[in-house]
């Protein structure tokens, strides 16, 4: 016998740890796949290649569209993910370092106030 | 007598102290996980394993009359029973042509023993016996007899099945985590985390759905590769089944006393997987594998060991995933990329039961 | 994985952290809270810290809705769970994963389950109530927790269940609200902050409005942030500016995801189904009035409360225990004098310990075991 035991015998199924799964603060981005023509409150959404079920009755003001992205927290889209928005974070992310290495370019220079090219 | 003789006299009439005090049996003693150490370490071991000072193995080496055998048991409680990938059946099989494996023996023989719960169809009986005729045919060992009994309906959903495989020892191979030192490197077979969320999925209890497949098979065609090129450089080989891999790299460097640093980008994990384990908040680390091993070998003969499983089928995304370090002693510390880094502990709880 | 890969890439990780050490002032000490639980179990699943200079503190705050329960409540959903249901039905109690380690007093719900009590775990309010619908001759109790993020999905659930005509099923309602409990901090005379992490997902509902008060009585900056590792070093950045040129607003990091003004749908669903309890109870932050949601009256049948008698014990913690202070900031996991000896992951006595998003268990899990690995692994990675 190892130090691993594998039987166990319960007539229950699910048995889950708390360790592992938080899901008060988890929202994952999934993108939509269909919308249920039955009911448009429910959508198939993929989330890295797993589809699951997702509830959309809480964007009914502005209601999402196969191909968008939502964000999911306990099988319901709390919100639209804007491409846009996330693409003018990562620009303003690479700026940082690219501002950064301007400055030590013209303080390098000895060209005087370098106050005034600083980033905001 | 000598010294050590006095002691071994000593230990051995002294009565074996029970150290598991917990008033019940949890599911959490059956994950794999620390629970289970305990239970098996705290009653276990001392009432059955008497006065052996020989860290816990998934088979035990045997020499009987001068000839070196070895041999592993196992249990298979499985829900559902038949899944993407292969059935309580194969893993019964591949499962324990496995233990046999990571010990350094190649599988020769099993017996097996079903307990089947009255109502069982007929048909899925026949079904799994089939599924274990060919992963046997497969694996290359042979089924040599068994035991059957039946319980009333209601006491052993659907079926259980229990092996004992024996074994020939692999020239050349000595598995002992007392041999671990600084410097060697963990190696991992292939992608971590399929079998256990296969299963999950296969439940349909969430609403979720993916392409993948439990990774039964038999590793025994790996492990001699890897064998063939290292050998006596591979100082331990684990098989990552309940309690996933953080659970066995935990075990190891409990085992050795050193540390474990992992390098958690190189760890392969599929999309699937990721994602699954990203919506239901669980870490690969901690899923079960039914087809993978870890294995420490020395630094020098990593690089041969890595090359002989790409060159393997079925080893294709075999890594280096860490090295063993002094500290944090009888810890592992994985880090990302950016130099940030965290303690990744044994299972506690029991995230998937009936995984395997 | 899209829209979470991109926000950890090492590179501008690196580049962030170098302009956090930029704009930190040598000679300033800095204490920001991250209010949000979820918010501390990124700090130290991605060992955050690392990367920040030594005179940046952060201080982990009550946003862990399973930790600022208190064990009475606890008690409380565990004893319907064996029927008082005047129809003598048998009741199945249903609820997230992270409360099936809670500690109750007679045992949390997984122990509970071991001894015979029908427990399951669901991912959605709307798994439970699909438990009552496929399970007719039963109750489905549905222990409903957490913030403002969770509680419209518990809200429409409940309006489905009217409309549908489900009547087995009920919830136990322990929604909090996030406001009060920055308030609670904020006047508490322990604490000393220069500003704070804001939840990103409790702001998808409620917007960014909620805060300003924070800003124009405090003058506390707050940064609405997502919980990738670029978005926490960003939201430090943005509040490292603010304080550096004396400022105090509310910004919003988290922008492709968080409308200003909050998802209106989600509050109209909370508004229909929810109103604000006069009082309600948070561990270590005692009785916090308007600070917790309870079922209106139209929905009363779905009311468990309404529906079945609660016993409504108070249950105070362990004496040794000082959740309390954790929970509030005023002292570190480590220094609980339970911590990591009577009370671990495993054996837990306060929630703390047991919840993924509670301080101690991060703490324990991440941090405490620590040594000089992390120069040994900058050599061999």
Request: glycine residues 10%; negative net charge; hydrophobic residues 40%.
């Amino acid at each position: 016998m190892g130090n691993r035991t594998k039987g166990n015998s319960d007539i229950e199924n699910n048995n889950f740890s708390a360790s592992e799964g938080c899901h008060m603060c988890l929202a994952i981005p999934g993108k939509i796949i269909e919308i249920s023509p039955e009911n448009p409150d429910s959508a198939l959404v993929d989330v890295v290649s797993v589809r699951r079920r997702v509830d959309l009755g809480l964007l009914q003001d502005d209601r999402p569209r196969p191909g968008d992205w939502v964000l999911i927290h306990v099988g319901f889209a709390m919100s639209k993910i804007s491409e846009q928005d996330a693409n003018d974070q990562m620009e303003t992310l690479r700026a940082l370092g690219e501002a950064e290495a301007a400055m030590q370019e013209v303080e390098g220079y000895g060209l005087g106030d370098a106050e005034q090219l600083k980033p905001n | 007598m000598t010294p050590a003789a006095v002691l071994r006299n000593i230990a051995e009439n002294t009565a074996p102290q029970v150290r598991f005090r917990e008033p019940q049996i949890e599911m959490a003693h059956g994950a794999g996980g620390k629970a289970s150490r305990r239970l098996v370490e705290g009653l276990f071991a001392p009432l059955l394993f008497g006065a052996s000072l020989e860290p816990l193995a998934d088979a035990a080496h045997l020499s009987i009359n001068g000839a070196k055998i070895a041999i592993t048991t196992d249990s298979f409680v499985v829900k559902p029973l038949s899944f993407p990938g292969g059935s309580i059946g194969e893993l019964a099989v591949n499962g324990t042509v496995n233990d046999l494996a990571v010990s350094g023996a190649r599988a020769e023989a099993m017996v097996v023993t079903f307990v089947l719960e009255a109502g069982l169809p007929t048909e899925l009986l026949e079904a799994e016996v089939r599924a274990m005729a060919n992963a046997a045919r497969k694996a290359g060992v042979k089924i040599t007899g068994g035991d059957t009994k039946v319980v009333e309906h209601g006491k052993a959903d659907r079926m259980y099945i229990t092996t004992t495989g024996i074994g020939s020892p692999l020239p050349g191979v000595r598995i002992d985590p007392r041999s671990v030192k600084r410097g060697d490197k963990v190696v991992l077979s292939g992608p971590i985390g399929d079998h256990g969320i296969t299963i999950l999925l296969a439940r349909g209890e969430l609403d979720l759905e993916a392409d993948l497949r439990s990774d039964t098979r038999s590793i025994l065609p790996l492990v001699e590769a890897m064998v063939a090129a290292a050998g006596p450089a591979i100082r331990w080989m684990r098989d990552p089944t309940r309690g996933g891999a953080a659970t066995s790299l935990n075990e190891l460097a409990r085992d050795c006393g050193l540390g474990i640093a992992l390098f958690e980008d190189n760890v392969p994990v599929r999309d699937a997987v990721r994602g699954a384990c990203e919506l239901l908040g669980l870490d690969p680390l901690h899923i079960a594998n039914e087809g993978q091993f870890l294995a420490v070998v020395a630094r020098e003969f990593a690089d041969a060991a890595i090359t002989a499983l790409h060159a393997t089928p079925g080893g294709e995304q075999a890594q280096i995933i860490g090295e063993v370090c002094d500290q944090p002693a009888g810890s592992v510390l994985a880090s990302t990329s950016y130099g940030g880094s965290r303690i990744v502990d044994m299972l506690v709880g029991d995230p998937l039961p009936r995984i395997c | 994985m899209r829209f979470v890969d991109e926000f950890r890439e090492p590179e501008l990780v690196t580049r962030t952290a170098d302009e956090i050490r930029r704009l930190a002032d040598p000679a300033r000490h800095y204490r920001f809270m991250e209010v949000c639980g979820g918010h501390t179990h990124a700090i130290y699943r991605f060992g955050l810290k690392d990367l920040l200079p030594s005179n940046i503190e952060l201080i982990h705050g009550p946003g862990c809705p399973v930790c600022v329960l208190p064990m009475g409540r606890v008690d409380d959903g565990l004893s319907l769970a064996p029927s008082n249901d005047s129809q003598q039905r048998e009741v199945i109690f249903a609820a997230f994963g992270d409360m099936m380690r809670v500690p109750g007093t007679t045992g949390s719900p997984l122990e509970h389950k071991a001894r015979g009590m029908d427990v399951r775990i669901v991912y959605s309010p709307s798994d439970a109530l699909k438990l009552a619908k496929a399970n007719p001759g039963k109750h489905v109790m549905f222990f409903a927790i957490g913030f403002e993020t969770t509680a419209p999905s518990t809200a429409l659930t409940l309006m489905r269940a009217k409309s549908e005509g489900v009547h087995n099923f009920s919830v136990f309602c322990n929604h909090v609200t996030i406001i009060p409990a920055i308030r609670a901090i904020l006047d508490s005379p322990d604490m000393r902050l220069d500003a704070f992490i804001g939840p990103g997902h409790v702001s998808t509902v409620i917007g960014c409005r909620p805060y300003e008060w924070i800003v124009q009585n405090e003058r506390k900056p707050i940064v609405i942030s997502g919980f990738e590792p670029l978005d926490m070093l960003q939201s430090i950045v943005m509040l490292l500016r603010q304080l550096n040129r004396g400022e105090a607003k509310v910004e919003n990091q988290y922008r492709r995801v968080v409308p200003w003004e909050g998802n209106r749908a989600a509050l109209r669903a909370m508004a229909e189904v929810f109103q604000l309890r006069p009082y309600f109870e948070w561990r270590g932050l005692g009785f916090i009035s308007q600070s917790a949601l309870r079922i209106r009256d139209a929905y009363a049948e779905w009311d468990t409360e309404q529906r079945f008698d609660v016993p409504g014990v108070r249950v105070t913690d362990p004496k040794a225990a000082q959740c309390g202070e954790v929970l509030k900031g005023v002292l570190k996991p480590h220094q609980c004098k339970l911590f990591g000896r009577e009370c671990t992951p495993e054996h837990p006595i306060g929630a703390l310990m047991v919840s993924s998003e509670g301080s101690c268990a991060a703490y324990y899990n991440y941090e405490h075991r620590k040594t000089a690995m992390v120069n040994i692994l900058s050599r061999t990675a």
